[in-house]
């Protein structure tokens, strides 16, 4: 099975620097994805991680280990559109090749 | 281009009744999955497409969920009958294909919220 552990809320000030954690145990792997969700939207894309390491992209970067099962989000320069629920997924293997587990999700909160 | 479209929007119903939503993918995408999430939690995948085949449906609840991609591109989703647990957003979400080794990023619609009283 699958289980992917995430804080549920963490605060920060506008301009600071915010690193959402994720763990995961997961019986395949294929890839790891951050999504961004704003309250009463749909989740948009952020990040892909497949190889362990550092992705960045602007302000966003991701990292990933596959040995520690460990990725985190890490988000500069805060904005106050920032605040929104951060979703770890992890795509495992089987016939599903594209069968995303999510977690429960890290709300973030930025205050001026 | 154009998004992954969903209707309606926003259903209240009572339990017992039936309700159904309808997808529209982004065009040319062969995968088309239909999720679940509950208030405060992450998404749950219920059923995944592959053009019109199902690839995964092992968390959908056969009993009173089913859905249908008949031409490989529209699909609907629907529950009969419904109960006070199935209040959620139901998300669609597509993807280019599934295959391996890509990253075959899933792109999701606005959602539908279901009330069920």
């Known amino acids: 099975g699958q289980n992917i552990d995430q804080p549920t809320e963490m605060t920060a000030t506008e301009g600071a620097i915010v690193q959402i954690n994720c763990t995961y145990q997961?019986?395949?792997?294929?890839?790891l994805f951050w999504y961004q969700q704003h309250a009463g939207e749909a989740p948009t894309f952020l990040s892909y991680?497949?190889?362990?390491g550092l992705e960045e992209k602007g302000r966003f970067s991701s990292f990933l280990s596959r040995s520690k099962g460990y990725s985190y989000l890490l988000l500069k320069e805060l904005q106050m559109k920032d605040s929104a629920s951060y979703l770890c997924?992890?795509?495992?293997?089987?016939?599903?090749?594209?069968?995303?587990?999510f977690g429960g999700g890290t709300r973030v909160l930025v205050k001026p | 281009e154009a998004g992954v479209a969903q209707s309606p929007r926003y259903k209240i119903i009572e339990k017992r009744q039936s309700v159904a939503f309808w997808c529209n993918p982004i065009?040319?995408?062969?995968?088309l999955y239909w999720y679940q999430q509950i208030l405060g939690q992450g998404p749950k995948l219920l059923i995944q497409?592959?053009?019109?085949?199902?690839?995964?449906d092992s968390q959908l609840p056969k009993d009173r969920f089913s859905a249908e991609r008949l031409k490989g591109v529209d699909s609907t989703l629907k529950i009969q009958p419904a109960k006070l647990e199935d209040s959620a957003v139901y998300l669609c979400?597509?993807?280019?294909?599934?295959?391996?080794?890509?990253?075959?990023?899933?792109?999701f619609g606005p959602g539908t919220r279901l009330t069920v009283l």
């Open positions: 979400a597509s993807s280019l294909n599934s295959w391996r080794g890509s990253v075959d990023t899933q792109y």
């Open positions: 997961t019986s395949g792997f294929n890839g």
């Open positions: 497409f592959q053009n019109n085949g199902v690839v995964d």
């Open positions: 065009s040319g995408h062969a995968t």
């Open positions: 997924a992890v795509r495992g293997g089987g016939a599903a090749g594209n069968k995303l587990t």
């Open positions: 991680n497949v190889l362990d």
